[in-house]
Nanobody, 126 residues
Framework: QVQLVESGGGFVQAGGSLRLSCEIT??????????LAWYRQAPGMQRDLVAK???????SYADSVKGRFTISRDDAKNTVSLQMNSLKPEDTAVYYC??????????????????WGQGTLVTVSS
């Protein structure tokens, strides 16, 4: 009923930039989004929060990306993006889009959602 599809990953040299996008598709019901976020997972490591944005527009970042990454959302296009500048080799990871919210369907029925995208690989060479 709700899908997240990421795009924009790739290979870049240190100091370069990439922009990740996550498109949110709802096929049935009405979706209330409470929080959108980007996480990343490097090989052999746990999945860590990179940045998040609430329904009220409040943003927060991991210390390691502050000043370099910017999260934004476009409610008209149902997307959340992550602009990544001054990339470092340690930013290499699979990046995942995350959504937290409530889906309302006929009834009404309310379903609490915690969804992940499929991930997109970002590789930064030194």
């Amino acid at each position: 009923q709700v899908q997240l599809v990421e795009s924009g990953g790739g290979f870049v040299q240190a100091g370069g930039s990439l922009r990740l996008s996550c498109e949110i598709t709802t096929t049935r019901g009405a979706l209330r989004i409470d929080e959108l976020a980007w996480y990343r997972q490097a090989p052999g490591m746990q999945r860590d929060l990179v940045a998040k944005i609430t329904s009220g527009g409040m943003v927060s970042y991991a210390d390691s990306v502050k000043g370099r990454f910017t999260i934004s959302r476009d409610d008209a296009k149902n997307t959340v993006s992550l602009q990544m500048n001054s990339l470092k080799p340690e930013d290499t990871a699979v990046y995942y889009c995350y959504l937290e919210g409530v889906l309302t369907t006929v009834g009404p029925t309310y379903k609490y959602l915690e969804l992940w995208g499929q991930g997109t690989l970002v590789t930064v060479s030194s």
